[in-house]
């Protein structure tokens, strides 16, 4: 069975850190370009960061640049999303996804889609509060 496994979450004060893990199992992340997204209550989902396959290329959205960084552990089958300085607003679900990608990507800038995204995990809540 193919799918990826979020964990990590949980609830930190403002100002705090998680580590978001995303693992797979039944099928090999290297082939994969990864995405982290979120949900917040009454929000859509919006795309947080995204690895190359490769890991050579990162992006993240806006709000939380130099706080938040992707990485990946092709050999553990794991990406981890590492989550500073968290703020309130940073209350949400957050899912990994997979996106077969042909070939190893260089160091152009990615961008991972939602609706180009092969594979979803279930999801870890992460709260923010005191």
């Known amino acids: 069975q193919l799918q990826l496994v979020e964990s990590g979450g949980g609830l930190v004060q403002p100002g705090g850190s998680l580590r978001l893990s995303c693992a797979a199992s039944g099928f090999t992340l290297d082939e994969y370009r990864i995405g982290w997204f979120r949900q917040a209550p009454g929000k859509e989902r919006e795309g947080v960061s995204c690895i190359s396959r490769g890991g050579g290329s990162t992006d993240y959205v806006d709000s939380v640049k130099g706080r938040f960084t992707v990485s990946r552990d092709d050999a553990k089958n794991t990406v981890y999303l590492q989550m500073n300085s968290l703020k309130p607003e940073d209350t949400a679900v957050y899912y990994c996804?997979?996106?077969?990608?042909?070939?190893?990507?260089?160091?152009?800038?990615?961008?991972?889609?939602?609706?180009?995204?092969?594979?979803w995990g279930k999801g870890t809540p992460v709260t923010v509060s005191r």
């Open positions: 996804a997979a996106e077969r990608i042909a070939t190893i990507e260089g160091l152009k800038r990615v961008v991972c889609f939602y609706s180009t995204m092969d594979y």
